[in-house]
């Protein structure tokens, strides 16, 4: 199983400010991975595939980037709606597996 | 516009089987690959198992021994199915569509329904 791990676990980021979120995978999965946004008691959105690729109507400000084992995920200039838990997930194999999340909160 | 919706009882004795059927509306089942992820409370994401349209699965080793995924095309519903629940199984279920070939992202997921194991 590929372990996924996300750091930091919360940040603590001004409104405007970027944010710079990290997941790293315990073996390669290439570009097969994807970014969630999860806001209080709704289902996770789709931000990112393919390590890069935006989601329909994913705002601009939202960047992937990584690939094989290192991944990241940049918000340009964080806007109120954008503070919520974002997970990583890696569908190069079996089973598909989550990191643990990363809290984006209000500095 | 695919929209996936979860239902089933809210709670469920310890011992007993969790049922839990996902219907997809604004597309057809048999077009699509399809998984169930849970979120235990204040915790992370789990994938639980995925069901293609043709109907072949893959389960997480963790719980294979007791999660089933089926499909039924004549309702555009999949289910799931887990026996013998402990209060560990008490969770949020969703739904999720997963791309085939490649594209394996979840895509769009359901609302989400909370179960509860307790006596």
Same mark, same amino acid.
């Given at each position: 199983e590929i372990v996924m791990t996300q750091s930091p676990a919360t940040l603590s980021v001004s409104p405007g400010e970027r944010a710079t979120l990290s997941c790293r995978a315990s073996q390669s999965v290439g570009s097969k991975l994807a970014w969630y946004q999860q806001k209080l008691g709704q289902a996770p959105r789709l931000? @990112?595939? *393919?390590?890069?690729t935006r989601a329909t109507? @994913?705002? *601009?400000?939202f960047s992937g980037s990584g690939s094989g084992t290192e991944f990241t995920l940049t918000i340009s200039s964080l806007q109120s709606e954008d503070f919520a838990l974002y997970y990583c997930q890696q569908y190069?194999?079996?089973?598909r597996t989550f990191g643990q999340g990363t809290k984006v909160e209000i500095k | 516009q695919l929209q996936l919706q979860e239902s089933g009882p809210g709670l469920v004795k310890p011992s007993e089987t969790l049922s839990l059927t996902c219907t997809v509306s604004?597309?057809?089942?048999?077009?699509f690959h399809w998984s169930w992820i849970r979120q235990p409370p204040g915790k992370g994401l789990e994938w639980i198992g995925y069901i293609s349209y043709s109907g072949s699965t893959n389960y997480s080793p963790s719980l294979k021994s007791r999660v089933t995924i089926s499909l039924d095309t004549s309702k555009n519903q999949f289910s799931l199915k887990v026996t013998s629940?402990?209060?560990?199984?008490?969770a949020v279920y969703y739904c999720a569509r997963e791309g085939g070939?490649?594209?394996?992202?979840?895509?769009?997921?359901?609302?989400g329904t909370l179960v509860t194991v307790s006596s």
């Open positions: 931000l @990112i595939y *393919g390590a890069s109507g @994913i705002p *601009g400000r190069n194999n079996w089973p | 604004g597309g057809s089942i048999s077009s629940v402990t209060a560990a199984d008490t070939a490649g594209t394996n992202w979840f895509d769009p997921w359901g609302q």
